[in-house]
């Protein structure tokens, strides 16, 4: 069998954006949690354009903690690209992404760990008790449930911070805009296998919620992005080519009959309307196979050229951490590699 190649046995990855009061409590859970089980571990802070002093407190926090690495975004790029830049980095067998306002609990990651044991490749964390208003929780109970009977994956908490992975699959996505909320989707889309259990949520002690009311329209059609480009992402011709195929079978069916009549001396062509809708879906047609094979191109282009990590700006970490590199992570120890590797 072949071996995967990981420096510690878990990674762990922290968005941050303005959490600068709750960043000092969060490490030392963290801390704790990693301590008193016995892991090898690295924890991956990404720093997403905070104006908060979490920069300069993350910095520091690197230069005194071994274990520490700081991501720090050239703007504030959205969460969803701040995971994947985590992601990116990791060199764990295992993979953890928790919140960085302490609504997540660190001492439930043993809990999941557990749970990617049985075989699972990601399990999130069900916040069955949510210390939330419930302003935020019934919109969520709706977008859970229709997520859930639009993808056939029955998860009551698809958009919980708090999450485990195994190293392959916390890889393999590449999210942006506010797909990180569909991160379970995703996955079961690509093949792993996904599994939830319920964790403790604590209320907000720090500062607010950076989420508004309009998420819920967004989140509708970044469903509609998931759906579609699970089916057509990598083969878009399949779908701009079937339509463009039908559009263009009918338009040429008209125009032939039309020909017909006209060779056939019954109709002057100036008396058939439908003669414009058939030219018109004869060039319509034609522009989206064309569209089809020009996407074809660019999606074969994007897999070629793609880089997690270009909105880094800077990585700081213990001058004697070598296997960090934002080209080229180069692990050190081996165990057994997983499905999908």
Same mark, same amino acid.
Do not use: C, Q
């Given at each position: 069998m072949k071996k995967r190649i990981y420096t510690y046995d878990v990674s762990l990855v922290i968005p941050v954006y303005n959490e600068a009061e709750s960043l000092p409590t969060l490490h030392e859970k963290l801390t704790q949690v990693m301590t008193e089980n016995g892991w090898s571990w690295e924890v991956i802070y990404v720093d997403d354009g905070s104006q908060d002093g979490s920069t300069a407190w993350l910095e520091d926090l690197s230069e005194r903690d071994p274990h520490v690495v700081v991501a720090v975004q050239r703007r504030n790029f959205g969460k969803a690209v701040a995971l994947t830049t985590g992601f990116a980095l990791t060199r764990g067998k295992y993979v953890a992404t928790l919140d960085s306002d302490l609504q997540d609990e660190p001492a439930e990651l043993p809990r999941l760990f557990a749970k990617l044991d049985e075989?699972?490749?990601?399990?999130?964390?069900?916040?069955?008790?949510?210390?939330?208003?419930?302003?935020?929780?019934?919109? *969520? #109970?709706?977008?859970? &449930?229709?997520?859930?009977?639009?993808?056939g994956l029955q998860l009551n908490d698809m958009n919980s911070g708090l999450k485990a992975y195994r190293s392959n699959c916390a890889k393999s996505l590449h999210l942006y805009?506010?797909?990180?909320?569909?991160?379970?989707?995703?996955?079961?889309?690509?093949?792993?296998?996904?599994?939830?259990?319920?964790?403790?949520?604590h209320e907000r002690k720090f500062g607010? *919620? #950076?989420?508004?009311? &309009?998420?819920?329209?967004?989140?509708?059609?970044?469903?509609?992005?998931?759906?579609f480009?699970?089916?057509?992402?990598t083969r878009p011709l399949h779908l701009f080519g079937l339509l463009g195929a039908i559009m263009l079978a009918v338009g040429m069916l008209i125009n032939g009959v039309l020909?017909?009549?006209?060779l056939g001396g019954d109709r002057g062509l100036h008396e058939r309307p439908i003669l414009l809708l058939g030219v018109l879906l004869t060039v319509m047609g034609l522009q989206l196979l064309t569209m089809g094979l020009i996407a074809e191109l660019v999606v074969s282009f994007m897999q070629r050229q793609d880089d997690p990590l270009h909105t880094i700006r800077d990585v700081y970490h213990q001058p004697d951490n070598e296997a960090i590199s934002v080209e080229s992570p180069t692990p050190s120890n081996e165990v057994e590699s997983q499905p999908y590797a």
């Open positions: 075989g699972f490749d990601i399990v999130t964390g069900w916040k069955k008790s949510r210390k939330d208003p419930l302003s935020k929780r019934i919109p *969520s #109970k709706i977008a859970n &449930g229709f997520t859930s009977m639009m993808t805009g506010d797909l990180h909320r569909y991160i379970p989707v995703i996955s079961h889309l690509n093949g792993y296998k996904v599994s939830e259990l319920p964790v403790v949520h607010h *919620s #950076k989420y508004g009311a &309009g998420r819920l329209i967004r989140g509708g059609f970044d469903l509609i992005t998931v759906l480009l699970s089916k057509f992402s020909g017909l009549e006209w």
